[in-house]
């Protein structure tokens, strides 16, 4: 529907660019390069294997969503891999670089026009609101990888950030600011020891401070799966 709001079809979209293989954001690669053919689909050299075969994607996700997998997901269909490209530092004119730490195979695209295509490395934002959550789901959730990510970004300046959760954001550097230190934020507090039950307790309490419409948060990024990828994070720094 918003191909057709612009007039346009899914045939005439020739690329599809990747920021990573999470189901929300490529789970669907699959289906429209059934229904478009001549479709080229852009991700990582990580990520590329599995559109090809899927098949260990669905069982980590069948993992964590349980009875909720079809529901959200339906059928993941294998990319032909005549159809699948690796990454390089441009990618139909955006260049391209590397932003891990919500995954480790994330990409980000920035245009010459200074918009960044920053998939979820910029974090989850329900305009017109202000506050951005960080997506901290399982299992490759890494702080310092991420501090990393919002460096590299912040040193390309970029003008707007476009948001795959949601829209687009002009006030980059608040954004990207106010991400960095909720990261901080929430690894604290679940390195603290903080149960699942206070953590989700906690976020919706910023979010209702905030202002903001908890039901849709919790649709868009479940408190739930991001104190799992932080108590997996915080575990792991203890060996």
Known sequence: TGLEADGLQLTDVRHLLLSHIHLDHAGAAGVLVREHPALQVHVSAIGAPHLVDPSRLERSARRLYGDYFDRLWGELVPVPEANVHVVGERVVGLECFPTPGHASHHVCYLDADGTLYSGDAAGVRIQPGRYVMPPTPPPEFDLALWQRTLDEMERRQ???????????????????????????????????????????????????????????????????????????WAEQQQH
């Open 158 to 232: 970029p003008e707007r950030l476009a948001l795959i959760h949601f829209g687009v954001a002009d006030d980059s550097h608040r954004h990207i600011t106010d991400l960095r230190l909720e990261l901080y934020d929430w690894a604290e507090f679940v390195q603290g020891g903080a149960s699942e039950e206070e953590f989700i307790a906690y976020g919706r309490a910023e979010l209702e401070n905030a202002g903001e419409d908890v039901s849709v948060y919790d649709v868009a990024m479940p408190l739930w799966q991001s104190y799992r990828g932080l108590a997996r």
